[in-house]
Structure formats: C-alpha cells, structure tokens
C-alpha cells in the first residue's frame, strides 16, 4: 500500500521553528518529486515548496521563500521541511505530496500522484 504520512506539526509561537516530515511506504521517491503544501480553514490549498529526488533541485512559493527549506534523505525515503520565522498566517494543515518528476518542477497540486493526510501547524501570535 502507498503511504505519505506526514509528522512534525504542533502548536508554537509566532517567531519560532518546526520541521515537518514526510515518510513514504509501499512506494520509493526514486525518480518522484515530492513537495509541501498547505491548506488554512477557508482558502485554496497552497504549493510551497518542492525537490527534485533526481537531482536535488528545489522550487519555493514567494510567501515562503527565504524561511522555509526543503531537504531530503533519500536513503530514508524521507523529505523535510524546515519552518522558521513562523507567522500567525502560516497556520494550516500541511501536506505533502509526490509526482512522478518527469518535466520541470512545479507545485500544481492536481497533477501530483500521491498524498499524505496532512499534519496541522498553528502558530500562536
């Protein structure tokens, strides 16, 4: 069976830190794209960032750039992502998701193949 499962998430203060992470099971990110997005109560679901497992290769939304990082261990079966300066706005359910990686890297949600159940970050003010 494919798995995403998603971990990592909590409550924390404006200004802090978290690091999500993605595991994968019955499936391995070899030559998969895996990518970050979120969804607050209310709004479109947002693609955040996304890595290539082919070559390492990473993309960032504006709103994030510069505070989120994207990382892999591959070895693992593993993806990550690194959240600081969190803001009030950054509370949603996260997710993360995989493609196939086949063509450049993008965070259009629709065209990606495998999903985790989201893991939810609240950040107090």
């Known amino acids: 069976e494919v798995q995403l499962v998603e971990s990592g998430g909590g409550l924390v203060q404006a200004g802090g830190s978290l690091r999500l992470s993605c595991a994968a099971s019955?499936?391995?990110?070899?030559?998969?794209?895996v990518g970050w997005f979120r969804q607050a109560p209310g709004k479109e679901r947002e693609g955040l960032s996304v890595i290539s497992s082919s070559d390492g290769l990473t993309r960032y939304a504006d709103s994030v750039q510069g505070r989120f990082t994207i990382s892999s261990d591959f070895a693992k079966n593993t993806v990550y992502l690194q959240m600081n300066s969190l803001k009030p706005e950054d509370t949603a359910v996260y997710y993360c998701?995989?493609?196939?990686?086949?063509?450049?890297?993008?965070?259009?949600?629709?065209?990606?193949?495998?999903w985790g159940q989201g893991t939810q970050v609240t950040v107090s003010s």
């Open positions: 998701a995989a493609f196939d990686g086949i063509g450049p890297l993008h965070l259009r949600g629709n065209e990606y193949t495998y």
């Open positions: 019955g499936f391995h990110f070899d030559d998969y794209a």
